[in-house]
C-alpha cells in the first residue's frame, strides 16, 4: 500500500515536472552537416548557433521561453537530411536551422513547408527561394545576389577581358557558375574556359593544367570549403599566376587553414565575414566564438547565429509561437542594428525569403583575411 | 606535359597502394579491402606526432613510419589475417572490409570529420623542363615513387630474402620444406606493404589534405589499378597505376570531367573482357 501510493506520487511528480519544463522551452530543430564533405561548414554553423542560444537563454529566452537546441547531422547527405528535418518537426521543432549544402535543402525544404515550420538556412544556390516555399529564408546572399557584387571587381578592379570559372558541380556550384557566365556576358568579359570538378574530388592537377592552358586574366573560383583549399595547394604546385577570386568560402578560415600558404592573395567576396572586426557586433561574436571554441569563426557561424537571434526577434515581434505567422512576419521584413543588435549588420527580408545586407571584399594577407573593401546591399 | 606529368606523379602513388595489394594477395591469397585506409591511416600517426608529442615533421614521419609497420604490418598479420584465414579467403576478405570501416570512423571518432592540413614534403616550386613549367611537388612525388619500386624489386630478385618471399609467395610447402622461414617471409611482405602504404600516405596527403574517407577513392582506384596491370605481378600494379594516373588527368583536362570517376571502371570492364590477366600479368602462377 505504502510503494503503491509512493509510486503514483512519483509518477504525479514526474509528469508535472514534465509539463512544467515543456512549457518553459521552445525548441529548435539544428539540421546541419556535422560529418562529411560539408562539416566543416556544419560545424561552424552549429558552434554560431550554441553561442547565440546561450546569449538568448542568458537574456530570458524568447517569450519568457528557454531554447532547447536538439542538433541532427545530415552526414551530407540530402536524404538523410530530409529524414531529419521530419525528425525535428516530429520532436517538436519550433523552427529548423540548417542546412547549408543546398542540395539537402532542395530536397528537405518541402517537409518544413508541409508542417509549416520556418526554416533558416545557409545554402546559396538561387533557385531555393525560387520554389515559392513561404517558409523558407536565407541567413546570407544567394549566389544571384553574392556573385553579381563581384562584376565591378573583375571588370574594373581587375580590368579582365577573359576569364575563366572553376566549380564544384553541386547545386551550390551551379547557380554560381550559371550566374556568374551572365554576369561575364552582360558586362562583356569573355568566358574563356569552364572547369567543373566534382564534390569531394582530392585530385585538381588536370583542372589547374587546363586553366593554366587558357591562361585567363582571372579564375572565379566557387566550390565548397575542402574543395577551395584543395584547388588552392595545387594551383600553388602549379604556379598558377593570375588572381584567384571566389565568392564566400575561397577566404575561410578553414579555407586558409587547409591551403597554408596556397590561400595567399585569394580574393572572395563575403556576405559577412568574422574578420570585419570595425563592425561592433561581429567584433563581439568573433571574440566570443574564439574564446569558446579556441578557433575563428567562419561566415557559416555567423549565419547560424544570425539565424537563432533572427528567431527570438521576429518571435517576438509576432508575439506568439506561430510557424505561419512568423513566416508572414519574414517576408518584407528589415531588421536595424539600431533596434536589434545580435542582428550584426542591417539586414532585409524580401517575399521569397532573400536577403540582402551589407557585404564585403576580402583578400588573404599573410594568413588571414582582411577587408579590403565593402559592397552595398544590393 | 604538365598534365602528363601530374598523372605520373598521382599514378606512382596509386602504383605503390596497388603494389600492397599484390603483395598481400601473394602472401595471403586475400585482397586486402582495408588497403585504402592503410593509406588514410599513417598521414594521421604523423599528425598526432606533431600535435600531441610536438614532434619535428621528420620525427614525426619516422614515428608515423614505425607505427605503420606495427599497427598496420605486423598487428594486421598477427591479429587479423593469422586466426582468420584458416577459415577461408572469403572470411578473411569479409574481415578487411570490416577493418577498413573501423579505421575510418576511429579516425573520424578521433580527429572529427574535417579535413586536416598535412605539410608537404617538398617546398611549393617549378621547374623548366623544355620550356614547360612542371611542379618539383609532382616531380619529387614520382621520383621517390619509382625509386622505391625499383629498389623493392631488385630486392626481392637479387636478394636471398628476397627470392624466399618469391618461393614462399609461389609455393608455400614446397619452400618450407626446402628451408625457408615461410611464417618470417609472409611477415616481412606485411612489414613491406605496410610500409608502402606509409609511404603512399606521406606523398599524396599533402594534395588530398588528412581527412577519415581518403581511403575510399584510393583504395578502389589501386585495387583497379592491380587487376588492370595484372595482380600477380608487382610490375603489373605499376603499370595499373601509372596508366589509370595519366589516363584520368588527361580524361579530365580533354575530354570530360564529368565521367572522370567512371573512367577507372570502364578501364577495368574492358581490361576484364579482353585480358583478364591483366596487362602484366601470367595466367597461372604467382610471383613477387
Same mark, same amino acid.
Given at each position: ?186 558586362a562583356g568579359i569573355e568566358v574563356i574556359a569552364d ?184 | ?14 602504383a605503390l597502394v596497388a603494389i600492397g595489394f599484390t ?17 588514410? =591511416?599513417? +598521414?594521421?600517426? #604523423?599528425?598526432? @606526432?606533431?600535435? $600531441?608529442?610536438? %614532434?619535428?615533421?621528420?620525427?614525426? /614521419?619516422?614515428? *608515423? =613510419?614505425? +607505427?605503420?609497420? #606495427?599497427?598496420? @604490418?605486423?598487428? $594486421?598479420?598477427? %591479429?587479423?589475417?593469422?586466426?582468420? /584465414?584458416?577459415? *577461408? ?13 573501423? %579505421? ?51 630486392f626481392l630478385n637479387r636478394t636471398r630474402t628476397g ?126
Amino acid at each position: 500500500m505504502y510503494r503503491a501510493l509512493l509510486l503514483s506520487l512519483s509518477t504525479a511528480l514526474l509528469m508535472t515536472a514534465g509539463a512544467a519544463s515543456a512549457q518553459e522551452t521552445v525548441k529548435l530543430g539544428m539540421v546541419a552537416e556535422l560529418s562529411g564533405a560539408g562539416a566543416p561548414a556544419g560545424t561552424n554553423w552549429r558552434d554560431g548557433i550554441k553561442i547565440a542560444v546561450e546569449e538568448i537563454n542568458a537574456e530570458g529566452g524568447i517569450l519568457q521561453k528557454k531554447i532547447e537546441l536538439t542538433e541532427y547531422d545530415t552526414q551530407t547527405d540530402p536524404q538523410v537530411s530530409r529524414a531529419l528535418v521530419q525528425k525535428a518537426i516530429d520532436g517538436g521543432a519550433y523552427v529548423i536551422l540548417g542546412t547549408i549544402y543546398s542540395g539537402s535543402t532542395l530536397v528537405n525544404m518541402l517537409v518544413a513547408q508541409q508542417n509549416s515550420v520556418p526554416q533558416f538556412v545557409g545554402s546559396e544556390a538561387p533557385n531555393i527561394v525560387e520554389k515559392g516555399n513561404p517558409f523558407v529564408f536565407r541567413t546570407s546572399s544567394g549566389a544571384q545576389k553574392g556573385v553579381p557584387a563581384l562584376t565591378p571587381y573583375f571588370k574594373d578592379t581587375l580590368k579582365a577581358k577573359k576569364v575563366a570559372v572553376a566549380w564544384v558541380n553541386n547545386e551550390f556550384g551551379k547557380g554560381g557558375r550559371n550566374v556568374f557566365i551572365e554576369e561575364m556576358k552582360n558586362a562583356g568579359i569573355e568566358v574563356i574556359a569552364d572547369v567543373p570538378s566534382e564534390q569531394a574530388q582530392t585530385d585538381y592537377a588536370a583542372d589547374v593544367a587546363k586553366l593554366k592552358q587558357a591562361n585567363p586574366d582571372a579564375v572565379f573560383v566557387y566550390m565548397n570549403q575542402e574543395e577551395s583549399a584543395r584547388f588552392l595547394i595545387e594551383g600553388k604546385k602549379q604556379s598558377l599566376a593570375m588572381p584567384l577570386v571566389g565568392e564566400v568560402t575561397l577566404t575561410e578560415a578553414k579555407v586558409i587553414e587547409l591551403a597554408g600558404g596556397a590561400a595567399e592573395g585569394a580574393i572572395a567576396h563575403v556576405g559577412v565575414t568574422a574578420t570585419a572586426t570595425d563592425v561592433p557586433g561581429i567584433g563581439a561574436f568573433s571574440k566570443k566564438f574564439e574564446e569558446t571554441f579556441k578557433r575563428k569563426p567562419t561566415h557559416d557561424a555567423i549565419k547560424g547565429y544570425v539565424g537563432a537571434w533572427t528567431t527570438k526577434y521576429v518571435t517576438e515581434l509576432v508575439g506568439e509561437f506561430d510557424g505561419e505567422a512568423f513566416s508572414e512576419k519574414m517576408h518584407g521584413l528589415c531588421l536595424k542594428v539600431a533596434d536589434h543588435p545580435k542582428i550584426l549588420l542591417d539586414t532585409c527580408w524580401d517575399d521569397r525569403g532573400e536577403m540582402s545586407r551589407p557585404s564585403f571584399m576580402v583578400q588573404v594577407k599573410n594568413g588571414a583575411p582582411v577587408v579590403i573593401g565593402t559592397v552595398p546591399a544590393n | 606535359m604538365q598534365v602528363l606529368l601530374s598523372g605520373l606523379a598521382t599514378g606512382s602513388i596509386y602504383a605503390l597502394v596497388a603494389i600492397g595489394f599484390t603483395l598481400v594477395w601473394q602472401a595471403a591469397q586475400t585482397v586486402n579491402f582495408a588497403q585504402g585506409e592503410f593509406v588514410m =591511416l599513417p +598521414a594521421f600517426f #604523423v599528425l598526432a @606526432g606533431v600535435s $600531441f608529442f610536438g %614532434l619535428p615533421l621528420w620525427a614525426a /614521419l619516422l614515428l *608515423g =613510419l614505425v +607505427a605503420s609497420i #606495427v599497427v598496420l @604490418g605486423i598487428l $594486421f598479420k598477427k %591479429l587479423i589475417v593469422e586466426p582468420i /584465414l584458416p577459415h *577461408g579467403g572469403i572470411t578473411l576478405i569479409i574481415a578487411t572490409m570490416a577493418l577498413g570501416i573501423l %579505421l575510418k570512423e576511429s579516425v573520424k571518432e578521433f580527429y572529427s570529420a574535417e579535413a586536416q592540413p598535412f605539410a608537404s614534403l617538398v617546398q611549393s616550386a617549378h621547374v623548366d623542363v623544355l620550356g614547360a613549367v612542371l611542379s618539383l611537388q609532382d616531380l619529387v612525388n614520382l621520383a621517390i615513387s619509382l625509386t622505391i619500386v625499383v629498389l623493392l624489386t631488385l630486392f626481392l630478385n637479387r636478394t636471398r630474402t628476397g627470392r624466399c618471399m618469391q618461393a614462399t609467395a609461389q609455393n608455400p610447402a614446397v619452400a618450407e620444406i626446402l628451408g625457408v622461414n615461410v611464417k618470417r617471409m609472409i611477415l616481412y611482405t606485411f612489414i613491406i606493404n605496410a610500409a608502402l602504404a606509409a609511404l603512399a600516405s606521406f606523398l599524396i596527403t599533402p594534395i588530398y589534405l588528412a581527412k577519415f574517407s581518403n581511403g575510399e577513392t584510393l583504395g578502389l582506384i589501386a585495387f583497379i589499378a592491380a587487376i588492370v596491370g595484372g595482380f600477380n605481378q608487382i610490375r603489373g600494379a605499376l603499370v595499373g597505376g601509372l596508366l589509370i594516373g595519366v589516363l584520368d588527368n588527361l580524361t579530365a583536362a580533354y575530354v570530360t570531367a564529368e565521367y572522370r570517376a567512371a573512367l577507372p571502371l570502364v578501364l577495368l570492364i574492358a581490361i576484364i573482357l579482353l585480358r583478364p590477366q591483366g596487362i602484366m600479368g601470367t595466367s597461372e602462377g604467382r610471383t613477387v
